[in-house]
T-cell receptor, first 116, second 112 residues
Framework: NAGVTQTPKFRVLKTGQSMTLLCAQD?????MYWYRQDPGMGLRLIHY???????AKGEVPDGYNVSRLKKQNFLLGLESAAPSQTSVYFC???????????????FGPGTRLTVT | SQQGEEDPQALSIQEGENATMNCSYK?????LQWYRQNSGRGLVHLIL?????REKHSGRLRVTLDTSKKSSSLLITASRAADTASYFC????????????FGTGTKLQVIP
């Protein structure tokens, strides 16, 4: 099992360019998440999905869009990149049982994005 | 704002010593988790403690949870240089919220 994979690992964009980050998991998890991590800070949730075809906003959703067309994939899009979106982006997945809260999240290796 | 806040922000100890990190949170939770992040890597799950549990062990890790004080602690015994990493607590707020919120982390340095 590959676990959670992210593509690409590194990317440099110019202001105004667009790109899509791909996250894939092979653990049949229902829940998937996109986080950003900035120096000295914890993870901030951008968007998440509780199942195929569903998405929801997290703590910092502005400037990002997501799609979950297939259960195993969760895409994060930047339509018009800004320098403030320079960050490390992590994808994660997990399963959950109703009423019992969340189980552990499995994280991808991250994508380091620089917007100039 | 972050649900969890770790304390201290940074900790430096000698190899063989114990390391204690604390996490405080604001709302009622279903469970609390601790994660480790090595520099430049993704987070790795360490341990999960449910709201009805008070203490849990896993190898050299000991986690306690005090729901009345809305706080948790992570103890790493007999630390090793390989334990050098950032440690994050994450809470799953009860009440139907379908996400986990991470704190800002404690950066641990273990000096050989």
């Amino acid at each position: 099992n590959a676990g959670v994979t992210q593509t690409p690992k590194f990317r440099v964009l110019k202001t105004g360019q667009s790109m899509t980050l791909l996250c894939a998991q092979d653990m049949n998890h229902e829940y998937m998440y996109w986080y950003r991590q900035d120096p000295g800070m914890g993870l901030r949730l951008i968007h998440y999905s509780v199942g195929e075809g569903t998405t929801a906003k997290g703590e910092v959703p502005d400037g990002y869009n997501v799609s979950r067309l297939k259960k195993q994939n969760f895409l994060l899009g930047l339509e018009s990149a800004a320098p403030s979106q320079t960050s490390v982006y992590f994808c994660a997945s997990s399963y959950s049982l109703m009423g019992q809260g969340f189980y552990e999240q499995y994280f991808g290796p991250g994508t380091r994005l620089t917007v100039t | 704002s972050q649900q969890g806040e770790e304390d201290p922000q940074a900790l430096s100890i000698q190899e063989g010593e114990n390391a204690t990190m604390n996490c405080s949170y604001k709302t009622s939770i279903n469970n609390l988790q601790w994660y480790r992040q090595n520099s430049g890597r993704g987070l790795v799950h360490l341990i999960l403690i449910r709201s009805n549990e008070r203490e849990k062990h896993s190898g050299r890790l000991r986690v306690t949870l005090d729901t009345s004080k809305k706080s948790s602690s992570l103890l790493i015994t007999a630390s090793r240089a390989a334990d050098t990493a950032s440690y994050f607590c994450a809470t799953d707020a009860s009440g139907g919220y379908q996400k986990v919120t991470f704190g800002t982390g404690t950066k641990l340095q273990v000096i050989p």
